[in-house]
C-alpha cells in the first residue's frame, strides 16, 4: 500500500498507548487530569519516546512537551527555524478512552522515528507536541496549554480553580512551572508553517462510511457556561410541595429546556449536555437551595449557537422565576467554529489517497487544540475510525491497521509538505 510496515506502525503505536493508559489518577479507570502527577509523568514518559525517536525536547512554561526534529542544515541554537507542528493533547476526561488526544501525539512520535531511521531531514523541522490542557476537566479553562503556545493564553485563566480550590496558578508552580513564563512560551508565526493534529473521529461517520481515514473540514464552536441556580433551602418533611423554591427542580427543567433548544436545530448540528452538576446543602432531607451546573452547547456554526444560548438563559430566567428562584450565567469559554486550511485539507487528503484509500471530508463536533493552533497558524486534522464511534468512554477503540494506516499518511504528508511562499 506505501511500501511503509502498516501494521508495524499501529503495533508500535498500539505499545505505547496502552503505556500511556496505565498512568491514572485512579486504580480502575482512566483519568489524568492537568498537572496532576500522572500528568507528569505521562509527560515524562512521552518526552523520553521523543528523544528515542531523535528529538530534542522542552517543557513550556504550560508544561506541553515539544519535541524537535532539525531540518535539513539546522545548526543547535538556530533561531527562525521554520517548523511543521504536529501534535495533541495527553491529558484525559473522568474514566475515558486511551486514544482521545494520545494517538495524535504517538503518531507524530513515530513519523519523526521514520525519518530518523531513514537519515532523512527536511527543508523544515517538524516539531511534536504534547498539550496537557484540552480537555478543560480540572480548572474552568479549555485549550490553555495550546493557547500559551499560539500566543493567546489569557491570564486571569491563572485564577480559576479546581473541584479543590487549588488555582491554576498554585497548580503551576506545584508542578515546577513558572506562570511569569507563558509570555515566552508563545511561538513566533515565522517559525508555525502549520499545524496538523490526527485524531481519532469520536462519532460514527467513518465507521458508517466503512473509511478508515477522513480529512476534518472544520471543528464546531462551543459554549460552556456555568449555570448558577438559587432557592431556598427547606424541611423535606415540613414544606409543602406548592410552597417550595426548590432549586434543582428549577435546574432540571432548565437542562431539558436545553436538550429541546438543540433538538430544534438538526439543521445546525447543535447539541447540548450538561455533565456536570452539583447540588447544595446535598443532605438528603433538605430542599435544595443552590445548585450549579455547567453547559456545554456547540453548533457547526456560531450564529446559531449564539442565538441557542441567548434562548436559553431566557427560558432559565422564567423557569427560574416560576418556581420563586434565581438564575445565574457565566459563559467562560466560546470557543468559535474553525475551519480547516483548504490548501492543508488537500494535503491531507493526498497523503491518504497515496496509501490508497478514500479520503472522506467530515465536521468535527468535538473540540481540539486545532482551535486554539488557529490563533497562531493554518490548521488540519486527519481523523482515524474509532468502535461504534464511541469516545470519552474506556469503550473508545482503533484498530492496529487504521492507527498504521494513520502514521503512513502522516509520513507521506510531512514527505510531500510543502509550506507556501510567505509574503
Ligand atoms: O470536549 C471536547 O470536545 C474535547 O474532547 N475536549
Ligand atoms: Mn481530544
Ligand atoms: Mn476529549
Known sequence: MSGLDIDRLGRRAEAMLEELAAISEEPDRLTRRYLTPEHKRAAHLVAQWMAEAGMTTAEDALGTIRGHYPMAGETPGANAVPRLLIGSHIDTVINAGKYDGMLGVVCGILAVEHFRDAERRMPFAVDVLAFGDEEGVRFPTVLSSSAALAGTFDPAWLDGKDRDGVTLDAAMRDYGLDPAAIPAAAMSRDEALAYVE??????????????????????????????????????????????????????????????????????????????QISVKPGAINVIPDRVEFVLDLRAASDAPRHAALQSFTARAEALAAARGCSVAFETYHDCPTAGCAPWLQDGLGRSIENLGLAAPRLVSGAGHDGQAMAGLTDFAMMFVRCNGGISHNPLEFSTVA??????????????????????
Open 198 to 275: 490526527i485524531h481519532i473521529e469520536q462519532g460514527p461517520v467513518l465507521e458508517h462510511g466503512d473509511k478508515p481515514l477522513g480529512v476534518v473540514t472544520s471543528i464546531a464552536g462551543q459554549f460552556r457556561t456555568r449555570v448558577t441556580v438559587s432557592g431556598m433551602a427547606g424541611h423535606a418533611g415540613t414544606v409543602p410541595m406548592p410552597l417550595r423554591q426548590d432549586a434543582l427542580l428549577a435546574a432540571a427543567e432548565m437542562t431539558l429546556a436545553a436538550e429541546q433548544i438543540a433538538k430544534a436545530h438538526p439543521e445546525a448540528a447543535m447539541v447540548a449536555t450538561v455533565g
Open 402 to 423: 487504521d492507527m498504521g494506516a494513520a502514521v503512513a499518511a502522516l509520513i507521506r504528508f510531512i514527505e510531500d509538505f510543502t509550506p507556501p511562499a510567505r509574503s
